[in-house]
């Protein structure tokens, strides 16, 4: 949970670097509370059939649309890449697939153009 506010405090924060575990947790935690306030509108009835998203999942989406784009550019930069890589995702599947890659590669070793590994910060 941590990680996951940590990335909430750098809310438009697109410069420096984010670790592995920085992305993931805060990915794992959005599915997580998707998941619930998906439930807990389908049970207050508050779900537009024609988009299948309710008032409580798209208030929370659009809450956390830019820190979810600025952990992502900041986990390009981990691995020493532009964010504006970030734009594949607009590509269907194949700019997903890519991207996922290059979330789940390790951490450019020293510093990079982006700064110091975040890995070699905490150690």
């Known amino acids: 949970m941590n990680w996951y506010i940590e990335a909430l405090k750098k809310y438009a924060v697109f410069s420096g670097r984010s670790r592995r575990k ?3 947790f805060f990915v794992l935690f959005n599915v ?15 779900v537009h059939m ?19 784009i600025a952990v992502s550019v ?3 930069h981990d691995t020493n890449r532009t964010g504006w890589w970030v734009l ?23 510093e990079n153009d982006y700064g110091q590994n975040p890995k070699d910060a905490i150690a």
């Open 22 to 24: 920085e992305y993931w």
């Open 32 to 46: 997580i509370f998707s998941f619930v306030l998906g439930f807990i509108d389908g049970m207050m009835g508050n």
């Open 50 to 68: 024609e988009s299948g998203m309710g008032l409580l999942g798209g208030v929370y989406s659009l809450l956390l649309l830019i820190p979810g």
């Open 74 to 76: 900041r986990r390009l």
């Open 88 to 110: 594949l995702g607009l590509i269907p599947i194949i700019g997903a697939l890519v991207l996922l890659i290059f979330m789940i590669q390790d951490s450019t070793p020293g």
